[in-house]
């Protein structure tokens, strides 16, 4: 018997607990990244029947929550990458993209008077407001296209560096900047619509 699946077993806890454990925060996890319910629990499910095929290769380097997560994140990625397959970025990417038309002024490239950036009072420290702030983000972060959501959530939510995003959404670095951008200004047009 080796070290190794020693030190496994005295670190794990019961996979028969995980559900009562880590169900609720690898769901939000998940939720928040893809904002979508039933997938979130179908990856959820997923993570857990992948980990008990990998319980031998966990050798508690980190914690069982910690692991479960870098399981769930791989899931995620893959779900990004379907997503934002060449049909989903033709349709998508489109629509975001000619809605962003009007916000600046084609002649001197400057904001147009009804799109300039305004405050968006989240300064406050009121919860009840923090939260219906929050509630509004994620309405408007469904309403970008795939790869756009995926991006910024790597990258903002994640930390991921800019060549693994690359890498794993195989997307240029010209391209990626030109989507956080786009991105950027669709979220604030639709913060701006729907929060002030």
């Known amino acids: 018997m080796s070290n190794n699946n020693d030190i ?7 996979p028969g607990k995980w559900v009562a454990q880590y169900a609720d ?9 893809i904002n979508d319910e039933d ?3 179908d990856l959820v499910q997923e993570t857990f029947l992948a980990a008990l095929e990998k319980l031998d290769q966990f050798k508690g380097n980190s914690s069982e929550r910690t692991w479960l997560t870098a399981i769930l994140k791989n899931k995620v990625i893959d779900v990004y990458r379907k997503k934002s397959s060449a049909f989903a970025q033709k349709t998508d990417v489109a629509e975001a993209e000619r809605e962003q038309q009007d916000f600046f002024d084609h002649n001197d490239g400057h904001w147009n008077v009804e799109h300039r950036p305004k405050a968006f009072g989240i300064e406050e420290q009121d919860p009840l407001i923090n939260k219906e702030f929050n509630y509004i983000l994620q ?6 296209p795939a790869l756009w959501l995926s991006v910024f959530t790597m990258k ?20 990626f900047w030109v989507i956080i951008h786009r991105t950027k200004l669709n979220l604030r047009a639709c913060l701006q619509k729907n929060w002030i």
């Open 8 to 14: 496994a077993t005295n670190v794990l806890t019961e």
């Open 156 to 175: 903002h939510m994640d930390d991921q560096s800019t060549d693994v995003i690359c890498e794993e959404l195989r997307v240029s670095p010209s391209n």
């Open 39 to 41: 997938l979130a629990k």
């Open 25 to 33: 925060y690898l769901y939000t996890y998940a939720y928040t990244r």
């Open 139 to 144: 309405k408007c972060l469904q309403k970008l």
